[in-house]
């Protein structure tokens, strides 16, 4: 169905990655939950990491709210 497109190119890996990044810089207090899973349970390190900075953003956007 996606063919070539982008979602067949950036696997499991980068999607993980990029759905951190989206909801670190949404920083919605429902999304911390998520993030602290990743960030505690990833077995990627470049995905566990992201999930970590990503969890740090929100919980900062959180506190300026």
Do not use: C, W, Y
Not at 12 to 20: F, V
Not at 44 to 65: E, F, I, K, N, Y
Request: hydrophobic share 45%.
């Amino acid at each position: 169905r996606f063919g070539t497109s982008a979602m067949t190119r950036t696997k499991r890996r980068g999607l993980a990655r990029n759905a951190a990044v989206a909801l670190g810089n949404r920083g919605e207090v429902e999304d911390i939950a998520a993030l602290a899973a990743a960030a505690e349970r990833e077995a990627d390190p470049m995905v566990q990491s992201q999930a970590a900075r990503a969890l740090g953003r929100a919980r900062a956007r959180q506190q300026t709210h």
